[in-house]
């Protein structure tokens, strides 16, 4: 395809038009250097679907135990997961003994995880897996077991020991916003100092943002990646709050994303109860265009076809894992429509467009091309492929064309611009 000159003057203005627009293109601040989560980090998550759930003798098979976890990191390997990229098998709250050991030590629930953490650790190894765990700043746990104010060196040495490779260190119960500000980089420092590596996953904003608000240069300083939001659940309701906060903040968030530290918008919770089909194709894909973080929390023993296909789909977690390490923003809201776009590697870029109408059947959207991508995604064309809800090659499209999608209700359309010329089907 050739375009006039003027043409192309036109899509050169247009493009440096929207650059200019594009507000929060500040540089990315200074990550924690530990080398870890160069891409989000992707794996399993315990808390929402099992929570604190104590209660082996009535529920053998979703207390919170050693067997649930090496059951899960089995299937972790035979079903997929690992090759997918899913990693990391991580505990949550709830795996502790109510008290500390004579040295001063957290230790396991000797009934629950009757091997302790280093043994657990150990299998998850033999798997080719990682094992994350979990801890709080303050005096004591979300669930009320130890806390680690006045043992933050003896926990993050502790934890080596055992050969733990990520922390998931929560904000509960804190005295003061200089207690959370200075334990949550204490133990960042406290960890490095072990040697070993572990990949540190923060709440420090969500909990310092009803006092103050975050500094979130400083807290990529420290952190591989932060929750800023409430908890998920599994519900659309909250699945749209977390998507609502992101976009409302994205000035503040999105430019201090990259690699070695991202935003960390919780769980996916696909493969449980509470999302619809559309709904959890609108979770993967707009985790992706967030970098957010993979960790999936549901039973990998009991998951439709469906859902794990959609967990494990190569396209979407390339998005999500992809080089460039930028995260997306929300571009433009309008009649209960969001379109949602991405920066990638080799100049290409990820659109999802959501419909947020929740009345009625699918609807029918329009997109400019030249609206994407910054004015440059398709200047002078590009190559189009819908990724979700299914892939279909969309095929070439000119700079001053339109695509006309139709969305589901609550659902999204997922598309990846790559640009290439009608002609040469090489990159530009
Ligand atoms: C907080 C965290 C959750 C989970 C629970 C555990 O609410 O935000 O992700 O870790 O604590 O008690």
């Not at 006039?4 to 929207?18: H, N, P, V």
């Not at 808390?47 to 067997?67: A, V």
Request: with cysteine.
């Amino acid at each position: 395809m050739q375009l006039r000159s003027t043409e192309r003057q036109l899509g050169c203005a247009l493009a440096l038009c929207f650059l200019a627009l594009i507000p929060w293109g500040i540089p990315r601040a200074r990550a924690l250097d530990n080398g870890l989560a160069i891409t989000p980090t992707m794996g399993w998550l315990h808390w929402e679907r099992f929570m604190c759930n104590l209660d082996c003798q009535e529920e053998p098979d979703s207390c919170i135990s050693e067997q649930l976890f090496m059951q899960m990191a089995e299937l972790m390997v035979s079903d997929g997961w690992k090759d997918a990229g899913y990693e990391y098998l991580c505990i949550d709250d709830c795996w502790m003994a109510p008290q500390r050991d004579s040295e001063g030590r957290l230790q396991a629930d000797p009934q629950r995880f009757p091997g302790g953490i280093r043994h657990l650790a150990n299998y998850v190894h033999s798997k080719g897996l990682k094992l994350g765990i979990y801890a709080d700043v303050g005096n004591k746990t979300c669930a009320g077991f130890p806390g680690s104010f006045g043992y933050y060196d003896i926990d993050a040495q502790t934890f080596a020991d055992w050969g733990v490779d990520l922390l998931k260190f929560d904000g509960c119960h804190c005295d003061s916003i200089q207690h959370l500000t200075d334990g949550y980089k204490y133990m960042s420092l406290a960890l490095n100092k072990t040697g070993r590596s572990i990949v540190y996953s923060c709440e420090w904003p969500l909990y310092m943002s009803p006092l103050k608000k975050p500094n979130y240069e400083e807290i990529r300083q420290y952190c591989n990646h932060w929750r800023s939001f409430a908890d998920i659940s599994d519900s659309w309701q909250s699945v749209k709050s977390i998507l609502d906060w992101t976009s409302s903040h994205q000035e503040r968030i999105v430019h201090v994303a990259g690699p070695g530290g991202w935003n960390d918008p919780d769980m996916l919770v696909i493969g449980n109860f509470g999302l619809s089909w559309d709904q959890q194709v609108t979770q993967m894909a707009l985790w992706a265009i967030m970098a957010a973080p993979l960790l999936m929390s549901n039973d990998l023993r009991n998951i439709s076809p469906q859902a794990k296909a959609l967990l494990q789909y190569k396209d979407v977690i390339a998005i999500n894992q992809d080089p460039l390490g930028k995260q997306g923003y929300q571009l433009r809201k309008a009649s209960n429509f969001e379109v949602w776009e991405r920066p990638l590697a080799d100049l290409a870029w990820a659109i999802a467009v959501i419909n947020r109408q929740e009345i009625g059947g699918p609807r029918s959207y329009t997109i400019s091309i030249v609206s994407l991508g910054r004015g440059v995604a398709c200047n002078p064309a590009c190559h189009i492929t819908q990724l979700l809800p299914v892939k279909r090659e969309l095929g070439f499209y000119e700079w001053t064309s339109e695509l006309k999608i139709r969305i589901n209700p609550t659902g999204t359309v997922l598309l990846r611009v790559e640009k290439r010329s009608h002609t040469s089907k090489s990159l530009i």
